[in-house]
């Protein structure tokens, strides 16, 4: 049973779906940027966990 997504959720992972870096990760799937974001989403950024929780995917994957 997952939790509900709230606003905040929302909120925070829209900033993920704008972040330059997080973008070029989950479009080029390679490089220094994408390294850094499947290094960092999982542990740090806040924005990446509320992108996770929304979408239901890492925030380096890319679009289905």
């Given at each position: 049973?997952?939790?509900?997504?709230?606003?905040?959720?929302?909120?925070?992972?829209?900033?993920?779906?704008?972040?330059?870096?997080c973008?070029?990760?989950r479009?080029?799937?390679?490089?220094?940027?994408?390294?850094?974001?499947?290094?960092?989403e999982?542990?740090?950024?806040?924005?990446?966990?509320?992108?996770?929780?929304v979408?239901?995917?890492?925030?380096?994957?890319?679009?289905?």
């Amino acid at each position: 049973m997952t939790p509900e997504v709230s606003a905040l959720d929302k909120a925070l992972a829209k900033v993920c779906e704008l972040c330059p870096v997080c973008l070029h990760a989950r479009y080029h799937q390679k490089g220094v940027g994408f390294d850094f974001v499947r290094t960092v989403e999982r542990d740090i950024c806040p924005f990446c966990k509320a992108y996770e929780r929304v979408h239901g995917r890492k925030a380096h994957e890319r679009r289905g």
